[in-house]
């Protein structure tokens, strides 16, 4: 079913707000959603849920509720206030897949109208200044409850908590997680395949990089970021690439690790990719201060005007400075078509970033029948009883599709998971902005997603 504004403001309407049922409200039927609306639309008749799904495009609302008769789609511009505080005002409960930069204007609607909310999200300063407020208001806003960040919080702080019981102490703990594409899906140089939000992946890593190495703080730029990547060898998957993700630095403090010498927060890709995303990033191709706006251009012509600082007449010279002098950054990047004669349909006040989006969002598109895939390893050091050790965990998961991808499954369970512990009263007494650290948080969100093929598999290495 799906409705609009009129149908929203008229109050006898039946299915405006059912009061014997709980409404869930989601915003946003994106790619992560998948697995998310399911799992609420499958046990929506067991738990008498209603579950609403507002989006842009009302269509891939109406393919996420099917033909569920407990699911609701709404089309709504979330600039909308009107629609979205009535949306919001009906709900019990609301749940935000939206673009993280959007979740503020949710946040605060949440505030003023007296509901909790649920993110996959970094919390944002924006989101941080409501905590007291919400917490004085008796709200939970459960932020970080996704992957990466998510599912990292919670498998490490298992671990951590069972080492410290048995006496140990940490004193060195890395972290690596990677959406990639699995092997028998892997038909590209780049060995890299989109199975969430494109524009994260052009703005990857804009904010640099700090962590903690032997005792040492590194602080990494972002035109340094893609190059000082290290090889990890993952069990049961090979090696990757891990390059340093945001600021692992206050982990600690968040981890219980204050005592720490080594503290690394990192993202998996293959070698290949890091070598030419290396090379994309100092070509100054994802800058997102300049304009082409109202020019008539072709890729190449774009690509000679966003790198004309950069030494070289051909874009093969220009790769070559930045890239070391490295062929595969040369043959990565022609691959993208970047070099082709073929026009730009420019949009509005379009950014070099706004047209790399819309060249990898056509070369990096999943087909229908490729499989993604999930790579999540932590490393913990520690010593126990005069002994050290090294324990490994490791989570891979593979998608079915397109649609239900591995990614939409890690991100959207765990919340889902939530959702219901929390709406089932199994979890309780918990207000303000947290984030998925605690015990009775993780320990049975844990056990379901194990059940549901995200489990971990633990290692010992010398």
């Known amino acids: 079913m799906s409705i609009s504004l009129d149908d929203y403001l008229c109050e006898d309407r039946g299915f405006i707000k059912n009061e014997q049922m709980t409404n869930i409200l989601v915003f946003?039927?994106?790619?992560?959603?998948?697995?998310?609306?399911?799992?609420?639309?499958?046990?929506?008749k067991k738990y008498f849920w209603q579950v609403t799904v507002a989006d842009s495009n009302l269509n891939a609302c109406l393919q996420r509720i099917g033909d569920n008769?407990?699911?609701?789609?709404?089309q709504l511009d979330i600039h909308e206030e009107v629609l979205r505080k009535r949306l919001i005002a009906n709900a019990n409960i609301v749940i935000s897949i939206l673009p993280p930069a959007l979740h503020i204007v949710v946040a605060r609607?949440?505030?003023?109208?007296?509901?909790?909310?649920?993110?996959?999200?970094y919390v944002s300063d924006d989101i941080r200044k409501l905590h007291e407020e919400a917490r004085n208001n008796g709200l939970l806003f459960m932020n970080e409850i996704g992957l990466d960040p998510g599912i990292d919080h919670m498998s490490s702080m298992k671990v951590i908590h069972e080492i410290e019981r048995l006496g140990g102490d940490i004193y060195s703990f890395k972290s690596y997680c990677g959406g990639l594409i699995s092997k028998q899906s892997d038909?590209?140089?780049?060995h890299y395949k989109i199975s969430w939000n494109p524009r994260n992946i052009v703005l990857a890593g804009k904010s640099g990089a700090e962590f903690l190495e032997g005792g040492n703080e590194h602080h990494v730029k972002y035109p340094k970021l893609f190059q000082e990547y290290e090889m990890i060898d993952v069990p049961g998957y090979g090696k990757l690439a891990a390059y340093a993700n945001r600021d692992s630095l206050s982990y600690r403090n968040l981890y219980g690790l204050e005592?720490?010498?080594s503290m690394l927060r990192a993202t998996f890709r293959h070698?290949?990719?890091?070598?030419?995303?290396?090379?994309?990033?100092?070509?100054?191709?994802?800058?997102?201060?300049?304009?082409?706006?109202?020019?008539?251009?072709?890729?190449?012509?774009?690509?000679?005007k966003a790198t004309e600082s950069i030494p070289g007449k051909t874009p093969q010279e220009r790769i070559k400075k930045c890239s070391e002098g490295n062929s595969l950054a040369v043959d990565l990047i022609e691959w993208l078509g970047l070099f082709e004669n073929t026009s730009i349909n420019l949009f509005t006040a379009a950014?070099?970033?706004d047209i790399l989006l819309k060249r990898i969002e056509e070369k990096w598109m999943m087909q229908e029948d490729d499989v993604d895939l999930i790579v999540m390893h932590h490393e913990f050091e520690y010593g126990r009883k005069n002994v050290t050790a090294?324990?490994?965990s490791t989570l891979i998961v593979e998608g079915e599709n397109k649609t239900y991808t591995a990614m939409a499954k890690t991100v959207g369970l765990p919340m889902a998971i939530f959702t219901k512990l929390f709406l089932t009263g199994k979890i309780t007494k918990l207000y303000g902005v947290q984030i998925p650290t605690m015990k009775e948080v993780y320990k049975p969100v844990l056990k379901e997603l194990s059940t549901m093929g995200i489990d971990f598999v633990e290692t010992f290495k010398n």
């Open 351 to 353: 950014s070099s970033a």
């Open 28 to 44: 946003g039927a994106g790619k992560s959603s998948s697995y998310l609306i399911k799992y609420l639309l499958d046990k929506a």
């Open 271 to 304: 070698e290949d990719f890091c070598i030419g995303w290396n090379a994309v990033v100092n070509l100054n191709l994802t800058n997102e201060k300049d304009s082409f706006e109202g020019q008539q251009l072709t890729y190449l012509e774009w690509f000679m």
């Open 259 to 261: 005592n720490v010498q």
């Open 69 to 74: 008769h407990f699911g609701t789609a709404c």
């Open 390 to 392: 090294k324990l490994c």
């Open 187 to 190: 038909t590209n140089p780049w």
């Open 109 to 121: 609607d949440c505030i003023e109208l007296k509901k909790n909310l649920i993110t996959a999200s």
